[in-house]
């Protein structure tokens, strides 16, 4: 069952000179309910725009948002905030996003309070619930932010996240800032809850290695659009698009057989002056002529390794 549904999703800025920045281009994606759907690409490839522009934190330029049948961009206020309970985000730095001076238990319990969820002994124990779903000992609500480590930062920033049972979780590199080992707890957590919970997550990240642990399906961007959109394993061992393909031979021991590392030439364009045609032309060891005045469509290919899967490339 689909639980959000984006159409033609898009952001534009304004530069400094008047000009336009396009950081999200024409997105749509659906996520199913109790789906995980991560999406990869370097920095400064839309994705975390992506991941605000879905929760309103942003607000879009054109696109739709239809979330269980309602449009979000059109909603007003009060109906934004009931929704704002179904839709949560954790950030790549949580003790940015905890308040210092608050403890535990107040920042895990604040979501209830804002929106009128219980009563003072029920939201105390909620918190309870919180902190045991996440793996933190029953006294941490007593502790403020700073007497805890990395992961168990981002175990606090989860739990309040989940404080209102929300149906689609966006993690924004939540893992990124994290020592690999913690990395990992943190992944295990997060498929963890995703079971328990039924969640939807968007699980956004520069990393493919950490993105296929958690991921049913993932979403390939570059320079705001999506290039390539397939079930994970599809993804990991038989990529269609030029650029995942390089993402993935910079990954170790990925697939049946490691690959000859393809080495990106240059950087990610700029989004004020996207390319004509494809927009990876410039980067892209395939290119042909076509590639550099026509723009390829995100679209289903023939003898693409699935049905779910779509890439926009010349070559198919
Ligand atoms: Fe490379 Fe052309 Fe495909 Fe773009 S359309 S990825 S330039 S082959």
Do not use: W
Not at 202 to 219: A, E, N, Q, T, Y
């Amino acid at each position: 069952m689909t639980l959000i549904d984006l159409h033609n999703l898009s952001k534009t800025y304004t530069g400094k000179n008047g000009e336009n920045i396009y950081a999200l281009v024409d997105v749509s994606l659906t996520i199913k309910k109790g789906e995980v759907i991560g999406i990869v690409g370097e920095s400064g490839c839309g994705k975390s725009t992506l991941g605000r522009a879905l929760l309103r934190l942003i607000e879009p330029s054109n696109g739709e948002i239809i979330f269980e049948g309602n449009d979000l961009i059109h909603m007003n206020k009060r109906k934004m905030k009931a929704a704002r309970k179904d839709l949560q985000i954790i950030f790549q730095d949580p003790f940015g996003s905890l308040n210092p001076r608050h403890k535990v238990g107040t920042i895990i319990g604040e979501p209830l309070v804002v929106h009128k969820v219980g009563n003072r002994q029920s939201q105390k124990q909620r918190v309870l619930e919180l902190l045991e779903l996440v793996g933190l000992p029953s006294d941490a609500g007593k502790s403020y932010p700073h007497e805890f480590s990395g992961g168990q930062r981002q175990r606090i920033a989860i739990a309040r996240a989940l404080a209102l049972e929300p149906k689609l979780l966006v993690a924004d590199e939540a893992v990124s800032a994290l020592d690999v080992s913690v990395q990992s707890q943190i992944i295990n957590l997060i498929a963890d809850l995703r079971k328990k919970l039924n969640l939807s997550i968007l699980f956004i990240s520069h990393d493919l290695s950490v993105i296929r642990h958690v991921s049913d399906r993932v979403g390939v961007m570059y320079l705001g659009r999506i290039v390539e959109i397939g079930a994970t394993e599809d993804i990991m061992n038989s990529p269609q698009h030029p650029y995942t393909q390089a993402l993935l031979t910079a990954i170790p021991h990925v697939g049946k057989k490691r690959q000859q590392r393809i080495v990106l030439e240059g950087e990610l364009p700029d989004p004020a002056h996207p390319p004509t045609g494809c927009a990876f032309h410039s980067r892209c060891s395939k290119v042909m002529d076509i590639c550099r005045t026509k723009r390829p469509e995100l679209a289903h290919q023939n003898g693409a390794p699935s049905t779910q899967s779509e890439v926009a490339c010349h070559l198919y």
